[in-house]
Nanobody, 131 residues
Framework: EVQHVESGGGLVQPGGSLRLSCVVSGFTFEAYAIGWFRQAPGKEREGLLCISSSGGGTGDADSVKGRFTISSDKVKNTVYLQMNSLNPEDTAVYYC????????????????????????WGQGTQVTVSS
């Protein structure tokens, strides 16, 4: 069974930074697509950044372009989301998700990072940006 444990969320002031971690277990870090998503109150879940084991694509939502980066550590089975220059509009629950289908991996390689394409989700971690 695939499991995700997200951590690193919390309260941060505008302009600050946070790094979220997602430890994934139950599968080998070989053929996969993993991404970070968020959902603010009253809004749809939004895809932020995704990566594929084949090395392609990030999705790179306009709302976080240039401020957020995704990375992974295969030894630690961990995916990170580095968030800089945070603003109140970034307040949301942040989720990591994984999928192992060739279809999703191909979509990510071509720059698509969409929640319906991912089948395995973590519980989410709250990020609040406020002074």
């Amino acid at each position: 069974e695939v499991q995700h444990v997200e951590s690193g969320g919390g309260l941060v002031q505008p302009g600050g930074s946070l790094r979220l971690s997602c430890v994934v277990s139950g599968f080998t870090f070989e053929a996969y697509a993993i991404g970070w998503f968020r959902q603010a109150p009253g809004k749809e879940r939004e895809g932020l950044l995704c990566i594929s084991s084949s090395g392609g694509g990030t999705g790179d939502a306009d709302s976080v372009k240039g401020r957020f980066t995704i990375s992974s550590d295969k030894v630690k089975n961990t995916v990170y989301l580095q968030m800089n220059s945070l603003n109140p509009e970034d307040t949301a629950v942040y989720y990591c998700a994984a999928d192992f289908s060739a279809r999703t991996q191909n979509l990510v390689v071509h720059g698509f990072c969409s929640p319906p394409d991912f089948g395995h989700w973590g519980q989410g971690t709250q990020v609040t940006v406020s002074s």
